[in-house]
């Protein structure tokens, strides 16, 4: 600080277009021995401990450039305690990255709006999708470039298609939990490029991929999306996995609000502005009939478990078990660069 001299660019790194690299069943032994495994799972857990028993609401720092990062910043020696949820306010004038992520995504959800659903006679997986998908398409390495700086330039194909397989398969029109980990290796690679800091884990989960959340909820209901690979009732949930995890991590030592709240519809519709867990409930009541030990069993059961840790302990195995290490699920999967398919290096 104090000068006015540019941060000096890191080394040059070979960005690649990432490809699938996970085509039988056998290969899924290669996924979780690679760095690519160990750097999503670590950046999970990272923002996990970030939103622990904090509100959507509360107030956070936010960093104001991506600088380079001598270690990507989710590895434990970068954990430094963040120091009061200040927001710091910018001199320069600069959108923070964080805020260019949220532009971003606000330009895709008015495009939703500019792309309106088409009369056809299946109800399910409106071909208006396809339309919206192909502007995303077409225009996704421009808007990740907003992003990033310019001396990182070369790095905007590689994220590009992390973007662009985030919000569901424009062929069979329909969207997953595949899909959702699309967008978390979409941010990981902006942490990994040094885009978002450290710093920036309650930003990243509770202004960045909530505002996710809500443009994909909107795609799901404009377009009528199918899930992908549901396990109808036995799933946890038709759409999504990481908020379930992130928002009962949020819910942890909160001195009211225990598991089995979450099935009560007023302290639901009281709470769900402060929490993603209660959010994504909401969502689920609004979309499905009947009684919800019925359509959402596997949610159901959750919510008679004694403490929220436990809950967040549960689905995080859940995860690993029912998605990770799902070959439907990790097919789909792309590695490059920045997500390596190669072994981790100890």
């Known amino acids: 600080p104090g000068t006015s001299e540019e941060v000096a660019p890191p080394p040059k790194q070979n960005f690649m277009i990432p490809k699938k690299e996970i ?6 032994a290669k996924w979780k021995r690679s760095q690519a495994y160990a750097d999503y799972m670590g950046f999970i857990l990272t923002l996990n401990e970030g939103v622990r028993g904090k509100k959507l609401t509360c107030e956070y720092k936010v960093s104001e450039v991506g600088e380079d990062l001598q270690s990507y910043p989710w590895r434990a020696e970068a954990l430094g305690v963040l120091a009061g949820w200040e927001i710091k306010q910018l001199t ?20 939703i709006d500019e792309t309106p659903p088409v009369d056809q006679p299946s109800r399910f997986g409106n071909k208006a999708f396809r339309t919206w998908y192909a502007r995303l398409d077409q225009e996704a390495e421009k808007l990740v470039a907003t992003v990033i700086p310019k001396h990182l330039a070369d790095a905007a194909p590689e994220v590009a298609v ?49 505002r996710y959340l809500e443009v994909m909820r909107k795609l799901q209901k404009t377009y009528r999306m199918e899930p992908a690979g549901s396990q109808g009732v036995w799933g946890l949930d038709d759409f999504q996995f990481l908020p379930f995890i992130w928002g009962s991590s949020q819910l942890i030592d909160h001195p009211n609000l225990e598991p089995r709240h979450f099935v009560d519809e007023k302290v ?79």
């Open 92 to 111: 320069s004038g600069q959108k923070l990255p964080i805020e260019k992520l949220v532009a971003l995504l606000n330009t895709l959800d008015r495009w």
């Open 162 to 210: 992390y973007l662009k397989e985030s919000v569901g398969n424009s062929t069979r029109i329909d969207y997953g939990t595949g899909h959702e980990a699309a967008f978390a290796a979409f941010l990981c690679c902006l942490c990994k490029i040094g885009v978002l800091r450290v710093d920036d884990q309650m930003a990243i989960v509770f202004k960045v991929f909530n």
């Open 23 to 28: 085509n039988m069943v056998s290969d899924m």
């Open 268 to 346: 639901v519709n009281e709470n769900h502005k402060d929490f993603m867990f209660l959010e994504c409930i909401l969502f689920i009541t609004e979309m499905k009939t009947g009684p919800f030990a019925e359509h959402s069993n596997q949610l159901w059961n959750i919510s008679a478990v004694p403490s929220w840790s436990k809950v967040n302990q549960g689905l995080i195995r859940m995860y690993k078990a029912e998605c990770l290490e799902k070959f439907p699920v990790i097919q789909h999967f792309k590695f490059g660069s920045l997500l390596p398919i190669q072994p981790v290096t100890s």
